[in-house]
Structure formats: structure tokens, C-alpha cells
């Protein structure tokens, strides 16, 4: 605990360069975050499988949080699992979470951003 605001601030610095990079392309749009304590930096993506594999090709490791939404839980799937909630499940076949801990660099998020913008075609200002 004795780290924990140093280590909030330093992701808080990581994040926001991630949206400097990302927010001015409409290929990347958020959610992006504020007033948060940056525990993940979440982007959505109609091509979120596909950039999450040429992000893995060039060693960065990204995850999905939240694979599921809450109905689809197998504990809660028989009584829920048939609830009508396109939006939602679009929505975490949209999601990735990119890199973001206190061990990463500016320079790290740097070469993130610019793979992410070079799968778009497109280039960090």
C-alpha cells in the first residue's frame, strides 16, 4: 500500500499519453477514462481480434478483461442467459485492454500506440 498513489500516478501518466496518441484517430475511440485510478485502459475496436493478434505478433500482450457480461455467467446463464442485451454483448466483442501497469514506461506506451496506429495505417503526431 505504501506505493499504491506513486504506482496510481505513474498509470495515470501512462494513460494519459495512450489517449494523446489514440483519441485523435476515430479508428481508436475509447472508452477512455478520467478522474479514474487508471487500473485498466480499455479501447474499442469493430476489430478487436484481429488487432489483438497483430498486437501479439509484436509482443504486446493485451487481454479482455471482461469476456462475458454478467447474464452469461455459467452460475446465472439458465435464468438470464436469454436476456435480450445486444449492446452489451457487442460490446465485449469490441473491448481490449491494453498494457498499463507501473513497470511500463512512456516509451513503452510509445511503441504501443504506434503499433496500434500502424495496424490502422495510420501514425502518431
Given at each position: 500500500?505504501?506505493?499504491?498513489?506513486?504506482?496510481?500516478?505513474?498509470?495515470?501518466?501512462?494513460?494519459?499519453?495512450?489517449?494523446?496518441?489514440?483519441?485523435?484517430?476515430?479508428?481508436?475511440?475509447?472508452?477512455?477514462?478520467?478522474?479514474?485510478?487508471?487500473?485498466?485502459?480499455v479501447i474499442?475496436?469493430?476489430?478487436?481480434?484481429?488487432?489483438?493478434?497483430?498486437?501479439?505478433?509484436?509482443?504486446?500482450?493485451?487481454?479482455?478483461?471482461?469476456?462475458?457480461?454478467?447474464?452469461?455467467?455459467?452460475?446465472?446463464?439458465?435464468?438470464?442467459?436469454?436476456?435480450?442485451?445486444?449492446?452489451?454483448?457487442?460490446?465485449?466483442?469490441?473491448?481490449?485492454?491494453?498494457?498499463?501497469?507501473?513497470?511500463?514506461?512512456?516509451?513503452?506506451?510509445?511503441?504501443?500506440?504506434?503499433?496500434?496506429?500502424?495496424?490502422?495505417?495510420?501514425?502518431?503526431?
Open positions: 500500500l505504501k506505493n499504491l498513489d506513486g504506482d496510481n500516478n505513474k498509470r495515470k501518466k501512462l494513460c494519459l499519453k495512450y489517449i494523446k496518441h489514440l483519441s485523435s484517430s476515430q479508428a481508436v475511440p475509447g472508452p477512455y477514462v478520467t478522474g479514474s485510478n487508471f487500473h485498466l485502459f474499442k475496436t469493430k476489430q478487436a481480434k484481429k488487432l489483438r493478434h497483430y498486437l501479439s505478433e509484436n509482443r504486446i500482450q493485451t487481454l479482455v478483461h471482461y469476456p462475458q457480461i454478467i447474464p452469461d455467467q455459467p452460475f446465472l446463464k439458465k435464468e438470464f442467459g436469454s436476456l435480450n442485451l445486444p449492446i452489451a454483448r457487442d460490446f465485449v466483442r469490441t473491448i481490449l485492454s491494453l498494457p498499463c501497469h507501473p513497470q511500463m514506461n512512456l516509451k513503452d506506451v510509445d511503441y504501443i500506440s504506434n503499433t496500434i496506429l500502424k495496424f490502422y495505417h495510420l501514425s502518431v503526431d
